[in-house]
């Protein structure tokens, strides 16, 4: 049986085709690396945003021909050239200017600063409390007083810097028990951490307002040192 070379490499497809292909595949890039930096960075790790794409791009550019007869070869070996090429040309940029690496890599951001949640940054990431708590948790952290400061990387893993023992402060609890039994209403005189910024004040029985957030969601602090 004589092979179709034509329908193989081209399926038929005339050139002016090939031009729409790399408009497709620019077009395509520029969606698919928009839509995953404006998702977060939580469900990224490992890797960089950027460098999903260009698994996602060539994954979809490679699988098509295979599975699909109306699917040439030709087309697909294309994407690959285009993406390859806009890769060479983006990682370029990146190691030039420092502002494009940010707007395609994005920063570290941070989540703590001197043991209270930075609420600007925190709700800019995808990230839940109950979420960063169990990370936390599964680092030996029982309270916020332990951490100075904990930041989200570009790869979507939490680096976190402790202070030294003598340091500690008092924190927000971060076992499910101890942060349950949050109230509005202190019953007797302690330092206690508002359950939504992490800030820490002594207060005297009755209803307050935390000086940082403005909430009134209380629960007893802890001060205890880190065990490893």
Not at 26 to 37: E, K, N, P, T
Not at 47 to 62: K, Y
Not at 72 to 87: R, T
Not at 122 to 147: C, P, Y
Request: charged share 25%; net charge neutral; aromatic share 10%.
């Amino acid at each position: 049986m004589d092979l179709d070379w034509n329908r193989i490499l081209f399926n038929d497809m005339p050139l002016t085709f090939l031009l729409e292909v790399v408009g497709r595949t620019i077009i395509m890039f520029i969606v698919i690396l928009a839509a995953l930096r404006l998702s977060g960075k939580r469900g990224v790790k490992q890797i960089s945003v950027f460098e999903l794409v260009i698994i996602i791009a060539l994954g979809s550019a490679a699988g098509d021909p295979m599975l699909y007869e109306d699917v040439g070869i030709i087309p697909a070996l294309i994407i690959f050239i285009v993406i390859i090429g806009l890769y060479r040309l983006v990682t370029h940029f990146v190691a030039k200017n420092t502002r494009f690496e940010n707007l395609i890599e994005g920063k570290a951001i941070y989540l703590i600063r001197e043991g209270k949640f930075s609420i600007k940054d925190f709700k800019r990431e995808a990230v839940s409390q109950d979420e960063f708590f169990s990370e936390l948790r599964m680092n030996s952290v029982e309270h916020l007083g332990q951490i100075k400061n904990a930041l989200i990387e570009t790869s979507g893993e939490v680096s976190i810097f402790y202070y030294a023992d003598e340091d500690v402060r008092h924190g927000l609890p971060l076992l499910p028990d101890v942060y349950k039994s949050r109230s509005e209403l202190i019953v007797s005189k302690d330092i206690y951490a508002c359950t939504f910024c992490g800030n820490t004040q002594e207060l005297d029985p009755g209803v307050h307002e935390c000086k940082i957030c403005s909430k009134k969601t209380w629960v007893k602090a802890l001060n205890t040192r880190r065990i490893c």
